[in-house]
């Protein structure tokens, strides 16, 4: 596709449900990021892979989070036992190498109820 | 994020005037120094981007000012249209891990 696409753009989770969102890169760039952004704040950086290695993940805000990019493109971020402070806007971008101009999808929008 | 301050949270102008969003930084390590635009439900768009052997960097409408030594960066948007309404974040660079600011939400009046 032309840009960076995330699935599902919208999802209401139950609190304690597991939850996968997924994100398809710009064809051919190795580096991928995931950032969270909370309602009304900047977005905060999460995890970075480069291809399907998984070289930063300090971001990531507990054990309850992970994600994995097993073939180098296709990425998911899975959130266990989701919490109410989950709620945000998860934003995957992509760039064809680490030096690269990053681009981000338009967010998957988690509300945990 | 406390180590990117942005300033001013709002910002309102009129058609044709000048924006002015500025950014401050704590990290020496930083060696880029994008801004990115956002609009209502999409992701951040990079708008105009400085590495810091350089002061100043202008494409079109949109002007980067750079200041190592005070660890200061702003971006100046001139002829400010309607369609410039929107968030605004400093997103300075360390490797390829942005640090978003906290946001200046634009507001151009017709």
């Known amino acids: 596709g032309a840009g960076v696409s995330q699935s599902p753009r919208y999802k209401v989770a139950k609190r304690g449900q597991d939850v996968a969102l997924r994100c398809d890169p710009i064809?051919?760039?190795?580096?991928l990021f995931w950032y969270q952004q909370a309602l009304g704040q900047g977005p905060e950086f999460l995890t970075y892979?480069?291809?399907?290695?998984?070289?930063?993940k300090s971001g990531l805000p507990s054990d309850r989070f992970f994600a994995e990019r097993p073939e180098g493109s296709v990425s998911t971020l899975k959130i266990q036992r989701t919490q109410q402070e989950d709620s945000a806007v998860y934003l995957c971008?992509?760039?064809?190498?680490?030096?690269?101009?990053?681009?981000f999808g338009e967010g998957s929008w988690l509300t945990v109820v | 994020q406390q180590q990117v301050k942005q300033s001013p949270q709002s910002l309102i102008v009129q058609k044709g005037g000048i924006s002015i969003i500025n950014c401050a930084y704590e990290?020496?390590?930083?060696?880029?120094f994008p801004w990115y635009q956002q609009f209502p439900g999409k992701g951040p768009a990079l708008l105009i981007a400085?590495?810091?052997?350089?002061s100043e960097k202008k494409e079109g409408r949109f002007t980067i000012s750079f200041n190592k030594s005070a660890k200061q960066f702003s971006l100046h948007i001139m002829d400010s249209q309607p369609g410039d309404s929107a968030t605004y974040f400093c997103?300075?660079?360390?490797?390829?891990?942005?640090?978003f600011g906290e946001g200046t939400q634009l507001t151009v009046n017709p």
């Open positions: 971008a992509s760039s064809f190498n680490r030096a690269d101009t990053i681009y």
């Open positions: 064809s051919g760039h190795v580096s």
């Open positions: 892979f480069q291809n399907e290695a998984q070289l930063d």
């Open positions: 990290n020496t390590a930083f060696d880029y």
């Open positions: 400085i590495r810091p052997d350089v």
């Open positions: 997103a300075p660079t360390s490797g390829s891990r942005l640090t």
